[in-house]
C-alpha cells in the first residue's frame, strides 16, 4: 500500500485547506485510513480515523472545524479544516491499518507541511 499525501500550505487563521491522501497497490483489506499531525517538538497525535464502515472518530481539538471523508471509488480519504488556528500548525500525515493473512500492517505517507500563520 502507498500513500500519497497533498493540499498542504500557508493559510492564515480562521481559513480552511483540504488534505487528501490517495491509496494505491494491493489496498484490499484496509480497516481505517486517517491523519495524524506532528509539530515541532512533539508527538505525532491523532487528528482523525474513518473506517471502511465510514465511522470517524476525531482529538477533542479538531471537533466541529475538522471533517473526514473517503470517496471509495478512487481511494482517497479528505481532511476538510475550517476555521484553522495557530496550533494547528503541523506536518500532517496520512496512516492506513490493513488487515491482510492474520495480521495488521500500518502504512504511512510522506507528510504534508500545514502552516497556519498571519
Known amino acids: 500500500v502507498q500513500l500519497q499525501a497533498s493540499g498542504g500550505g500557508l493559510v492564515q487563521p480562521r481559513g480552511s485547506l483540504r488534505l487528501s491522501c490517495a491509496a494505491s497497490?494491493?489496498?484490499?483489506?484496509?480497516?481505517?485510513m486517517g491523519w495524524y499531525r506532528q509539530a515541532p517538538g512533539k508527538q505525532r497525535d491523532l487528528v482523525a480515523v474513518i473506517t471502511s464502515g465510514g465511522a470517524t472518530n476525531y482529538a477533542d481539538s479538531v471537533k466541529g472545524r475538522f471533517t473526514i471523508s473517503r470517496d471509495n471509488a478512487k481511494n482517497t480519504v479528505y481532511l476538510q479544516m475550517n476555521s484553522l488556528k495557530p496550533e494547528d500548525t503541523a506536518v500532517y500525515y496520512c496512516?492506513?491499518?490493513?488487515?491482510?493473512?492474520?495480521?495488521?500492517?500500518?502504512?504511512w505517507g510522506q507528510g504534508t507541511q500545514v502552516t497556519v500563520s498571519s
Open positions: 497497490g494491493s489496498i484490499t483489506s484496509i480497516n481505517y
Open positions: 496512516k492506513a491499518e490493513q488487515y491482510n493473512s492474520g495480521s495488521y500492517y500500518y502504512y
